[in-house]
């Protein structure tokens, strides 16, 4: 479809066209921009773009018992050496929106000093529907757990205790993709 309904051109030819198959545009005005024989053709597109998930960012500070006590130890030090600096006891109304600004940003300093904030890409896949089930994705933490604990021992026994789990996580993943499948079968057996 055509879009453009006057003149383009400096001699009054319409020589520039706005096709368009399958999108919705709204011619808004040709201008003349001077920097061309031709004008500046300006339209609206509206677009219904469809979700696909992507790349997501996952930011975090990982903050224990020893980075808080070493944000103490440094905050406070941080307060001893402003005290020494300036000998007021008593601050002006007018300071307080100061002082809190300051405050804000000597946390966030030291805190990006000791636990800066670590940014981790997850992608976006969307998981198969019969891995979302409640007792597939808890067999799944507690097999991932008893890994964990294997490869910290290196132990036969968790080697063993390990293997088992993942045998039965295995087992109760295929019983949830067939009932899933024969789910959908079963549902639309009527259709032609």
């Not at 879009?3 to 706005?18: F, S």
């Not at 205790?161 to 109760?172: C, G, P, Q, T, V």
């Amino acid at each position: 479809m055509q879009h453009t309904a006057g003149p383009t051109h400096n001699q009054g030819h319409t020589l520039d066209l706005v096709v368009s198959k399958g999108l919705d545009l709204t011619p808004k005005c040709i201008l003349v921009v001077g920097i061309s024989d031709h004008f500046c053709i300006f339209f609206n597109v509206a677009l219904l773009t469809e979700y696909v998930p992507g790349l997501k960012l996952a930011k975090r500070q990982i903050i224990c018992a020893e980075t808080s006590d070493r944000i103490i130890t440094r905050y406070t030090n941080s307060i001893r050496r402003s005290r020494s600096q300036s000998c007021l006891n008593l601050f002006p109304l007018s300071l307080v929106d100061n002082l809190i600004s300051n405050f804000k940003n000597s946390v966030t300093q030291i805190m990006d000093d000791i636990a800066p904030i670590k940014t981790k890409i997850i992608s976006g896949k969307t998981k198969a529907p019969w891995m979302n089930l409640e007792r597939v994705r808890a067999l799944k933490r507690t097999c991932c757990k008893s890994e964990r604990k294997w490869r910290k021992t290196k132990l036969q026994v968790d080697y063993s205790i390990y293997k088992d789990l993942l045998s039965k996580y295995n087992i109760e993943m295929k019983i949830s993709r067939q009932h899933y499948f024969c789910q959908i079968i079963t549902e639309n057996i009527n259709n032609s």
